[in-house]
């Protein structure tokens, strides 16, 4: 089959596409499926004795200690609950430095002495489990012959059950580590960062007189953009097979600059999938909330409530496996890449964060009069100081070189690490730093001038889209995750560093306090102090312009613009002091992360430029030669019988093929490169050698795209992508 014909062939699929069946079981109502898969709270309160359901919410909601005694009987209702929800297996599900969701399936059942079978589920099972950890990155922490590697039941996640046509399984949440005790994975990190900034969260709110000081978390909600084709098309491009992204394509005639596909009507088959996607999600116990269309076509959003970041870490995992899965099912394919179209816009992962508790509540609300809240003012002020120490390793959280297509366009924030606080904020702070906040700027109402419609309340101060760290009225809105990554990488960065800003402030106020200052003027000293000196990392204006890339020079803000200047943040002293100082990762740990993305980028880049290499000599070139070929037999035909012929068709695609002869010649060689680089070197080495050059191979072949003939391009283009669902 030719190129040409797989294309032709890939539209009239989609054209001929029969919607799936609907998966709603007659009189079923939405609400009564949430967390039907689930072993939630309320079915382990109904399943398990007092005390050892007691036990396990202290664990869950106060961070003590698991008392291992208890693992038996949890391990015995859990085994039941699954076997009823017709399981036949268990996996310990983990989060290895891949970024992806990984799992050992094991049966429950097992032979006894008569020939039949028993279910067997012990304590000791359930706690942990030994996969081979030999083949898993790990930056160096092991040598490729030492392979044991244990995963640790994480109680704080609830376990639930993973349906499948033919038979269910039982997934458990898991941390990753290895035989040394050294973190392999994402989670185990943040667990540990989320005590360390917990400690420090409770020192800051009883030094503001609270005694009811419950365990303090980090709370996440992901917006998860994404992009939907048919599988058709998906299928018939080895470059989004290979590497989830076009690695060709002419811009279509109309892209996105109509604006019209922004929260516009859902067409019926995304609907369809949306609605069996979320329904697999609410089973689950995933609380997806918000769904419509994105800026660009072809792309969409889900976004969930608030979690626990652990939880919530773990279901952007699940949610991100769920869409793909689902999506198959209705002849589709999600495409998580952040950049999988040239000239369109990518897709990101908006982190929401805030802080808080039970009996403090949200710790980033700043109430009707947010001058007069010096709680929520300290806290606030933790970030901004946080953000300026630290803006290096969070831009390092997210780099990636599928990240590195979107960060700093129009399109998402630049990449340099700044705080968007809106103009009440920004008020009240201009004011702590001139002496002392006396008021702030009071929310408004929008007159519409229509009588039918009431006068509308209007928020104190705008959003600000360009800013990667904005205030967003109760948390914050970190922009800068990348759509296929785990939130987890960034809420690792965000707790330690909050952890090392209230741990400054509580010092600092215990200290001046113990001194004879007044506990209110302590405090005004502490705000004062951070404004004086890290308020460089607030910007309220376009993050967008060239004046705010000089500013921020100016400001001493650091501009990683790759992942191959960002990464190297993990290795700086400060960030081994950071890490270390709060027990989130030892120094052979953050290494092995440091080296981990570097070589998962270097990787990225090779794996692009072999693909576009193989598509350019077995199938880009050989249609444009074909087109060269008929033009030229046409041009001595009609030279043949005293016709003049044009030649400007056939020059155009004769300069084209002999640039893209060129530019394949060239990454040919770049790509015979022999390695004998350090994983530094080797990354270094994809960024200035195979990446000009894979680009220019890409140049020559979007430039035939758009002159040879439409009937012999091999490739579905983005205007039938885009715009055939």
Not at 288 to 299: M, W
Not at 485 to 514: H, K, R, Y
Not at 591 to 618: D, F, I, N, P, W
Not at 651 to 667: F, I, M, P, R, W
Request: aromatic share 8%; with cysteine.
């Amino acid at each position: 089959m030719s190129g040409s014909s797989a294309r032709l062939d890939a539209i009239q699929s989609v054209k001929h596409y029969q919607a799936p069946a609907g998966s709603i079981a007659e009189g079923e109502r939405p609400g009564e499926i949430f967390g039907q898969n689930v072993f939630s709270r309320s079915v382990m309160k109904a399943r398990l004795p007092k005390s050892v359901f007691k036990a396990l919410m202290s664990t869950i909601g106060e961070g003590k200690p698991l008392d291992p005694t208890v693992a038996d009987t949890v391990a015995s209702a859990m085994k039941d609950w699954a076997l009823e929800k017709g399981a036949t297996h268990y996996a310990h599900v983990f989060y290895p430095l891949t970024g992806l969701t990984a799992e050992k399936h094991d049966s429950f059942f097992e032979p006894d002495s008569t020939g039949a079978s028993i279910a067997e589920f012990a304590g000791k099972t359930l706690m942990q489990g030994e996969p081979d950890a030999s083949s898993f990155p790990n930056g160096g922490l092991r040598d490729t012959f030492e392979a044991r590697g244990y995963t640790g039941w994480d109680v704080t996640s609830p376990s639930y059950i993973l349906e499948n046509t033919n038979g269910n399984t039982l997934c458990i949440p898991t941390i990753f580590v290895s035989w040394t005790g050294e973190a392999l994975d994402h989670k185990t990190p943040l667990l540990r960062s989320q005590q360390a900034m917990n400690t420090h969260a409770q020192r800051v709110l009883r030094l503001f007189g609270h005694s009811d000081v419950d365990t303090v978390v980090s709370f996440a909600g992901a917006e998860q953009e994404y992009f939907l084709i048919d599988r058709s098309f998906y299928f018939a491009r080895p470059d989004l097979q290979s590497s989830g992204r076009t690695l060709f394509g002419a811009h279509p005639p109309k892209g996105q600059e109509f604006d019209d596909h922004y929260f516009g009507a859902i067409p019926d088959r995304v609907l369809a999938f949306m609605i069996d996607a979320e329904r697999e999600m609410f089973k689950l116990g995933i609380p997806a909330k918000t769904r419509h269309n994105e800026v660009a076509p072809g792309q969409f959003e889900i976004a969930p409530v608030f979690e626990k970041a652990n939880l919530a870490a773990d279901h952007q995992q699940l949610l991100m496996v769920t869409l793909g899965r689902v999506a198959q099912r209705h002849g589709m394919e999600v495409l998580l890449h952040e950049k999988p179209f040239k000239g369109i816009n990518g897709s990101g992962k908006h982190v929401n964060f805030s802080i808080g508790n039970n009996n403090q509540g949200n710790l980033l609300f700043p109430g009707d009069t947010p001058h007069d809240n010096a709680q929520f003012l300290v806290f606030c002020a933790a970030v901004i100081r946080a953000v300026h120490l630290h803006g290096g390793l969070l831009r390092a959280s997210v780099a990636s070189a599928a990240n590195d297509h979107r960060l700093g366009a129009n399109e998402a924030p630049p990449a340099i690490m700044s705080i968007f606080l809106g103009a009440q904020l920004a008020d009240v702070f201009d004011q702590v730093a001139a002496g002392g906040a006396t008021a702030s700027k009071e929310r408004g109402t929008l007159k519409v001038g229509v009588d039918t419609i009431p006068h509308l309340p209007a928020d104190a101060g705008d959003r600000n889209r360009t800013s990667p760290v904005a205030f967003t009225g109760n948390r914050f809105e970190f922009r800068a995750a990348g759509s296929s990554q785990t939130i987890a990488g960034p809420m690792v960065v965000i707790n330690t560093m909050l952890a090392d800003s209230l741990d400054f402030i509580a010092t600092t106020l215990e200290s001046t306090v113990a001194s004879g200052t007044e506990f209110n003027v302590a405090v005004q000293q502490v705000l004062q102090s951070i404004i004086a000196n890290h308020g460089a990392s607030v910007f309220n204006g376009n993050g967008y312009s060239e004046a705010w890339q000089q500013e921020a020079a100016a400001r001493g803000l650091l501009n990683l613009r790759n992942s191959v200047d960002a990464l190297p943040q993990y290795n700086t002293p400060e960030a081994k002091e950071l890490f270390g100082k709060y027990g989130v990762l030892n120094e052979r740990e953050l290494a092995s992360r440091y080296e981990v993305a570097l070589e998962q980028y270097a990787k990225s880049v090779s794996v692009e430029a072999r693909t576009s290499l193989e598509m350019g000599k077995t199938i880009i070139l050989p249609a444009a030669m074909r087109y060269q070929t008929e033009l030229a037999a046409n041009a001595a035909a009609l030279a043949s019988i005293g016709y003049s012929f044009d030649s400007s068709a056939l020059d155009e695609v004769t300069s084209g093929v002999t640039a893209l002869q060129g530019a394949l010649k060239n990454l040919k060689a770049a790509l015979e490169h022999d390695g004998g680089h350090d994983v530094a070197g080797e990354a270094q080495y994809a960024l200035e050698a195979l990446i000009p050059p894979t680009n220019a191979v890409r140049a020559a072949t979007d430039q035939l795209e758009d002159v040879v003939a439409d009937n012999l391009w091999p490739l579905p283009t983005y205007q039938e992508m885009l715009f055939i669902l």
